[in-house]
């Protein structure tokens, strides 16, 4: 046999699953492996150009550049809206391929900044940064807190009517309620009133709430000149239009509420063992949770400073199993949360030297969560959290082990390519055990325009190999959801469209797909590595 006429490998076959890796020298690197590919998925060990995209909506959101893109579930567990931000309004989808704004959602948010969401009690919770927070439940898009009046009510003595027992003082306060029997705090206090025995009190000029603030009710609380501090809930106006209550000495009863402060303007928020956490951009060290089960309320210490107030802030929060992972800036904490009592929970700093500065994109995948990683202000790639660590990947080589504790080690140096300013818009999802990270990739570039696929369904990869890379071009994604059981994303340029992903045909919206893979190279059986 001719020493050339050889076959590689001597039995069996070479897969074509394990990915880019651009890491280390083409001859080195696992045989499964590729030093350069692009637009391919695997099946079986198999590799095969990606499915294409489709354009979902066939008139354009606006000119605008996509700020969040999510989808909303009913609880009835099988309804779902999926919802655009841009251009500062709010798009819901309204039959196959159109999208209507949400009533009351026009302009409330600021067009260009990105949009963060959190589901609890059949409301999506919305907050877009340096603006009001609100709340959508399907109908009603109303702020997501419940606030307190700004003035307070007229008051006037009636010598009769009333069944005050004897001559006194009193003062008033009230209260706003949302549809979910939630109020805010008080109002200012009225002025001291004199009533004499059998007398009654007239109240009149009482506030109303705009139709923004969600008010479904508003309840009204007294106190007598001996106990000026002790209010009570004397009647409920079970509407926001009636402006005169006459209170002829109803009996008090439940205090009036002292802590029910509305949420902080935050960007990014989870929800967690029935609380809502969410970020301050006005105090960008701490984190905020709602009450428990009450996620519209947030009391005056409900919150945790986190960081250094300084380099080290708050820039994205996700939920992890039972607690909930902060990311900052120069560091990464776990919120460790045992039982729903905040005294018992503990912040832990996690073992790395990474922050991250990427609030959209995390996703969970194999009990990890998936994080940007950011290292003396430099994008590095991308590491998982597990329990309260980074979880540590080695890497299998033919000339040894390197260990390394970014899952994004195979593609280290495509990693130096995405552009540090834009690290707050990379976007991911995961679909399918695979996960879609959009990326703002190379020079000048200010806009996500690649993806990477992280492909992590694979059961047939080396021992050393937990998931494979893939970079997927011709995809312009500011971000991702999923609706209907299908991928979709919405442009990060001014265009105004949504996109399925993963459609069956070979093409993006009628572009040609540019799909290759290289295999490594094959120096052949032992003995001819210099043939």
């Not at 079970?238 to 509305?262: H, I, L, V, Y």
Request: glycine share 10%.
């Amino acid at each position: 046999m001719n020493e050339y006429d050889v076959v590689y490998p001597p039995k069996g076959r070479v897969k074509m699953d394990g990915g880019l890796n651009t890491k280390f020298e083409r001859s080195i690197i696992s045989d499964n492996e590729s030093p350069s590919c692009q637009n391919v998925v695997f099946t079986n060990g198999a590799v095969a150009t990606r499915g294409g995209s489709t354009k979902l909506n066939t008139t354009a959101v606006g000119s605008f550049v996509g700020d969040g893109l999510y989808t909303r579930h009913e609880n009835n567990g099988t309804a779902e809206t999926m919802i655009v931000f841009a251009g500062g309004t709010a798009w819901a989808l309204t039959g196959t391929s159109t999208f209507a704004t949400i009533g009351s959602a026009q302009s409330v948010f600021t067009a260009g900044v990105r949009v963060g969401t959190a589901e609890f009690e059949n409301h999506m919770f919305i907050g877009n940064g340096g603006v009001t927070p609100y709340k959508w439940n399907g109908v009603a898009f109303t702020r997501h807190g419940v606030p307190a009046p700004t003035t307070t009510m007229t008051v006037a003595a009636s010598a009769t009517g009333g069944t005050f027992a004897v001559a006194t003082h009193v003062m008033y306060k009230m209260t706003f309620v949302n549809s979910a029997s939630v109020e805010g705090d008080v109002s200012p206090v009225t002025v001291t009133q004199a009533v004499g025995a059998n007398g009654s009190i007239e109240l009149s000029a009482i506030p109303t709430a705009p139709q923004s603030h969600g008010v479904a009710a508003r309840r009204i609380y007294r106190a007598f000149e001996a106990a000026p501090t002790t209010f009570l809930r004397i009647a409920t106006i079970n509407d926001n239009t009636t402006t005169t209550f006459s209170d002829t000495e109803f009996p008090g009863s439940t205090a009036a509420p002292t802590d029910n402060g509305e949420p902080p303007k935050y960007n990014t928020i989870c929800s967690v063992q029935g609380r809502l956490f969410m970020n301050d951009t006005a105090n960008p060290n701490y984190i905020w949770y709602t009450n428990i089960y009450e996620p519209f309320t947030v009391g005056a210490l409900n919150f945790l400073p986190l960081g250094d107030g300084s380099f080290d802030l708050v820039r994205g929060v996700a939920a992890y199993a039972n607690g909930v992972v902060v990311q900052c800036a120069g560091g990464i904490y776990l919120l460790h949360m045992p039982t729903t009592d905040p005294t018992d929970w503990a912040v832990i700093r996690l073992r790395s030297s990474y922050g991250s500065k990427s609030p959209y994109g995390t996703f969970l995948y194999n009990n990890s969560l998936m994080v940007p990683a950011m290292q003396s202000g430099k994008f590095v790639g991308f590491a998982a959290v597990a329990g309260a660590s980074i979880d540590p990947e080695a890497t299998e080589l033919d000339a040894g082990r390197a260990g390394s504790d970014l899952k994004s080690d195979r593609i280290e140096p495509d990693m130096f390519d995405v552009q540090e300013l834009y690290v707050g818009n990379i976007s991911a999802m995961a679909f399918n055990n695979r996960a879609y990270i959009a990326v703002s990739d190379g020079d000048n570039q200010t806009t996500n325009n690649l993806v990477y696929l992280f492909d992590f369904s694979i059961s047939n990869l080396a021992k050393s190999q937990e998931a494979a890379w893939v970079p997927l071009t011709g995809i312009a994604a500011a971000q991702f959801t999923v609706y209907d059981g299908k991928l979709y994303y919405i442009s990060s340029t001014a265009t105004g469209f949504v996109y399925q992903l993963e459609a069956t045909a070979y093409s993006d919206n009628g572009s040609a797909i540019d799909s290759y893979f290289w295999t490594k190279e094959f120096s052949g059986i032992p003995g001819h590595e210099s043939l």
